[in-house]
């Protein structure tokens, strides 16, 4: 058999939004988060997941605007908890001072088949790629954690959005350091699990 007749199977990339995993072939990826805390994990190894029933009720309220936010920008809200409302106003300032009518792209999955690592991308423009927080932290690894999904879209620029419960937004820009950094991690973490 002549090397022209063989059959070259290239695995493909799978989303599982129920698993929320993403798998090349039966190779399980890492997502950008869990690159990041492996890199967290790397340089202190004492650093713990614990979290407080606080911390649990302000991600489920999150996770509450953030679904309801994805509505509204996909044009399929039917109904908004008011505890949503100013979020939604704030989006909308959001997209009038970025000068957009529409996002390109809301709550995407995107993988990286030759980084073998993969993320959703809150929000993005064809250049641009921006995540979305509603509470009042704002660590730097909010800034990496875009940077690894610019890369994985293959743009440069972007940032992280911090929507208030005042209807009130900022922007903050990713730099070159927070490519670099989300580079460094990606070394730290191991290329795949089954």
Known sequence: MS????????????FEREK????????????VGTILRNAALAFNPWAKDDITPEARARMERGKTIHETLEHFDNGTLEKCDPLC??????????????????????????ASEEKRFWGIVDRGTRTHCFDLKTGTARPSSYRVQVAGYCILRGTLSGGVIYLSEDGQFDIEAITKADFDAFEMALQLAPRGKR
Do not use: F
Request: one cysteine or more; charged letters at 35%.
């Open 20 to 31: 929320h995993a993403c798998y090349l072939g039966e190779d399980r990826l890492q997502s």
């Open 3 to 14: 090397t022209e007749d063989k059959i070259i199977t290239v695995p493909a990339i799978r």
């Open 85 to 110: 409302e100013p979020y939604i106003n704030g989006m909308k300032e959001v997209k009038k001072y970025l000068g957009i009518e529409k996002w390109e792209a809301v709550e995407e999955w995107c």
